[in-house]
């Protein structure tokens, strides 16, 4: 796990043009020389999530973001390292009924 920094960001990783649909909600990551984010999508809202941390390296990388009191949460977009794509890693969740 290391920082996220711009340096990572534009030799890293990507933007991709489009949203991602995910079963719910749809998601994009924005990669700019000043910062790196991910805007989730849900119906008529959208929410900005800052990229402060990745992890992995040599297959994916996953990013953390910052919530309350300090929590960092695992973004459900993560980026293909060898495929250079993004992917919406809650598409192989399943949900049961009961």
């Known amino acids: 796990m290391q920082p996220y920094t711009n340096k990572f960001g534009s030799e890293e990783i990507t933007a991709h043009d489009e949203f991602l649909q995910g079963s719910v909600k749809s998601y ?3 990669i700019t020389n000043k910062k790196g984010y991910v ?3 849900s119906g008529d809202e959208e929410k900005n999530f800052p990229l ?3 992890f992995g390296g040599k297959n994916v990388y996953y990013f953390l973001t910052p919530l309350k009191r300090g929590r960092l949460q695992v973004l ?3 980026y293909d390292v060898r495929k250079k ?4 890693t809650t598409a192989s969740f399943r949900q049961t009924t009961t």
């Open 39 to 41: 805007v989730v999508r």
């Open 28 to 30: 994009r990551a924005f």
């Open 85 to 88: 794509e993004w992917f919406d």
């Open 76 to 78: 459900p977009l993560a």
């Open 52 to 54: 402060v941390h990745v």
